[in-house]
T-cell receptor, first 116, second 116 residues
Framework: AQSVTQLGSHVSVSEGALVLLRCNYS??????LFWYVQYPNQGLQLLLK??????LVKGINGFEAEFKKSETSFHLTKPSAHMSDAAEYFC??????????????FGTGTRLTIIP | GAVVSQHPSWVICKSGTSVKIECRSL??????MFWYRQFPKQSLMLMAT?????????EQGVEKDKFLINHASLTLSTLTVTSAHPEDSSFYIC????????????FGPGTRLLVL
């Protein structure tokens, strides 16, 4: 069984400030972890993924996330927020193909607002 | 690469009618496609997993006779909402995974369904 908890349904940061979106997971097998971004009335775009390689993962648009097994966390960060980062962010976990479970389980999402 | 399209992007229909939504992988062959449903300001809920040439696997609580899924080719899956009712109004999103990288799903732009 897998689950994802995203702490904070809404996060507001000033333009140029650090962005930190929290994600904790639960998985009975080594997880694959993902961050997706969703703009209004659009589908999801993959930001980055962790699939058991390097624990610090760099993604698109300057985002990165660090897999911490001891903390069961996969927090998303960006050093300097931009207005275009305003969107909904989803953390997701899967068991990976190796374990026969490529289904994604999503967190409830975090809406990021950027303050000018 | 890894572009997924959906058609239509939005649809309004009368209660009792059926609506078909198409999901296409434009530049790759997708052996597995997924259908999700998203209510306003909520996360994505997996409805079913669709494998080319076989019957879809539905998640618990999803009525397979109401949400008909067909995955007739490696680039096309369709979701038909039969005898639609207002409570079926939602945002439907499909995703597809690459044959060589099933751990990553690429999402379509979504279809907004409004049943009157």
């Amino acid at each position: 069984a897998q689950s994802v908890t995203q702490l904070g349904s809404h996060v507001s940061v000033s333009e140029g400030a650090l962005v930190l979106l929290r994600c904790n997971y639960s998985s009975s097998v080594p997880p694959y972890l993902f961050w997706y971004v969703q703009y209004p009335n659009q589908g999801l775009q993959l930001l980055l993924k962790y699939t058991s390689a390097a624990t610090l993962v760099k993604g698109i648009n300057g985002f990165e996330a660090e897999f911490k097994k001891s903390e069961t966390s996969f927090h998303l960060t960006k050093p300097s927020a931009h207005m275009s980062d305003a969107a909904e962010y989803f953390c997701a976990v899967s068991g990976g193909v190796d374990f026969g479970n490529e289904k994604l389980t999503f967190g409830t999402g975090t809406r990021l607002t950027i303050i000018p | 690469g890894a572009v997924v399209s959906q058609h239509p992007s939005w649809v309004i229909c009368k209660s009792g009618t059926s609506v078909k939504i198409e999901c296409r992988s434009l530049d790759f062959q997708a052996t597995t496609m997924f259908w999700y449903r998203q209510f306003p300001k909520q996360s994505l809920m997996l409805m079913a997993t669709s494998n080319e040439g076989s019957k879809a696997t539905y998640e618990q609580g999803v009525e397979k006779d109401k949400f008909l899924i067909n995955h007739a080719s490696l680039t096309l899956s369709t979701l038909t909402v039969t005898s639609a009712h207002p409570e079926d109004s939602s945002f439907y999103i499909c995703s597809a995974s690459l044959p060589s990288g099933l751990e990553t799903q690429y999402f379509g732009p979504g279809t907004r369904l409004l049943v009157l």
